[in-house]
């Protein structure tokens, strides 16, 4: 019983990694302007976000506004209650950030380094306002390997462009690697929210699990022949070839089903805090047969919609239901 208690309460717990926060009287989280000057009795912080139980993110500031907007409309029927279009971030100028009902929906820029400084104030955000076990979904776009173009992918783990499974970052000096999984029971819940027939439309474009390629370069780093380079290690131009062997040894090798920016350090940083995360990206093309992302842009809005929908429905059967 008493083990059982102590699994319930502190098992499951995430927390930040810093014994230095302790120490702190007052935070500052400077590109969300959100100011805590008490960090022993945050009530404020607690008042504005302590209901929060998923985080959303995803890379354009807009496209985080629609969200909070399909949420309102579609999870909680127009009646969240929530001032939902108000940007709540924007004195920081860098993020934008939407709270409607028990979602908030942050933008996080491109790419790791970009997102990483969201994440790090985001989760220290949800420590400040005691949120209970708060999920952290990223929503976005990639580009697909050999999928059809509008598949979403529901990331298992994260790859580097060196075909490790990990986040390798400088640390004071030090090369310092972190594992880049992400949560198998939220993965299999956001599975079932597609397949599950509470919306009738769950074959409407196929939802599938697999590993996801985070780059730091959108063109060389992703195989791209249209970059403004386009070159190997050896200083010689890469071929055709060259790009789809590489992408096949993706494929094949690693499992790799889509290719983004974020993946490995968003794994790796909610691992280590022990916050539950998945990534659920639509596939604008399949890499194993372009390079442009030439969609129209009816096409966009059709694809960058299609994560909304499956996580909407999943905060429906899974969340608001429990
Ligand atoms: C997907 O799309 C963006 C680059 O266009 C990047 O943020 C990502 O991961
Ligand atoms: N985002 C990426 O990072 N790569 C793509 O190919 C498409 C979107």
Do not use: W
């Amino acid at each position: 019983m008493a083990l059982c208690l102590y699994i319930f309460f502190f098992h499951s717990a995430y927390s930040t990694k810093n014994p230095n926060l302790e120490q702190m009287t007052s935070d500052f989280l400077y590109h969300l302007a959100v100011n805590i000057p008490d960090t022993k009795n945050p009530t404020d912080i607690k008042n504005q976000f302590g209901h929060i139980k998923v985080v959303c993110l995803g890379g354009k500031d807009a496209r985080m506004r629609e969200l909070a907007k399909y949420i309102h409309e579609n999870v909680y029927n127009g009646k969240s209650g929530s001032k939902y279009e108000k940007d709540i971030f924007e004195d920081g100028h860098r993020y934008a950030g939407f709270i409607v009902g028990s979602v908030l929906c942050v933008s996080h820029g491109v790419g790791s380094s970009t997102m990483s400084v969201v994440l790090h104030e985001l989760i220290k955000l949800v420590r400040y306002a005691k949120c209970v076990d708060p999920l952290f979904i990223r929503i976005g776009t990639s580009g697909g390997l050999g999928v059809k173009p509008g598949t979403v992918v529901v990331s298992r783990k994260g790859y580097n462009g060196l075909l490790c499974s990990e986040y390798e970052i400088a640390i004071l000096g030090e090369r310092v690697s972190r594992p880049a999984y992400f949560d198998e029971r939220l993965r299999k819940d956001l599975l079932d929210a597609a397949t599950s027939p509470d919306g009738g439309e769950e074959n409407a474009f196929s939802v599938i699990e697999g590993n996801t390629m985070g780059t730091d370069c959108f063109y060389e780093g992703q195989g791209r022949l249209d970059g403004a380079s386009c070159m190997k290690a050896n200083g010689e131009p890469y071929t055709k070839a060259d790009k789809l062997n590489f992408l096949k040894r993706c494929h094949d090798e690693c499992g790799i089903r889509n290719i983004e920016m974020e993946a490995p350090m968003f794994a790796a940083l909610t691992l280590h805090c022990g916050i539950r995360a998945a990534d659920v990206c639509v596939t604008l093309l399949n890499r194993l047969e372009g390079d442009q992302v030439n969609s129209t842009k009816a096409q966009l809005k059709d694809f960058e919609e299609r994560p909304f929908r499956l996580v909407a429905r999943f905060i429906k059967r899974h969340i608001l239901s429990s």
